[in-house]
């Protein structure tokens, strides 16, 4: 198994910057796919970006330029640098890991408001 925390959540204007981390402690953090999911008030929790072991990378249409998902597994940690935040990137942003199983972060609130 493997626990998840979510932190760098925040208020930011459009057009600004974030930097998401998930720190994960339990099993090898290196062998498990990661992904960001984010959840919008009164809409269904979608995909935004994955990684697997391996270090590929993919990404929602709607971020895909802007978002950047990297891991440091030496840190066990996951990374989502999110660049030209526009009013739809708000929401619950949720770090997820699978392997034989799924897991989830408690989930970290994103604010873009001016």
């Known amino acids: 198994q493997v626990q998840l925390v979510e932190s760098g959540g925040g208020l930011v204007q459009p057009g600004g910057s974030l930097r998401l981390s998930c720190a994960a402690s339990g099993s090898a953090f290196s062998i498990y796919a990661m992904n960001w999911y984010r959840q919008a008030p009164g809409k269904q929790r979608e995909l935004v970006a994955g990684i697997t072991s391996g270090g590929t990378t993919t990404y929602t249409k709607a971020v895909k330029g802007r978002f950047t998902i990297s891991r440091d597994n030496a840190k066990n940690t996951l990374y989502l640098q999110m660049n030209s935040l526009k009013l739809e990137d708000t929401g619950v942003y949720y770090c997820?890991?699978?392997?034989?199983?799924?897991?989830w972060g408690q989930g970290t609130q994103v604010t873009v408001s001016s």
């Open positions: 997820n890991a699978q392997r034989l199983g799924t897991y």
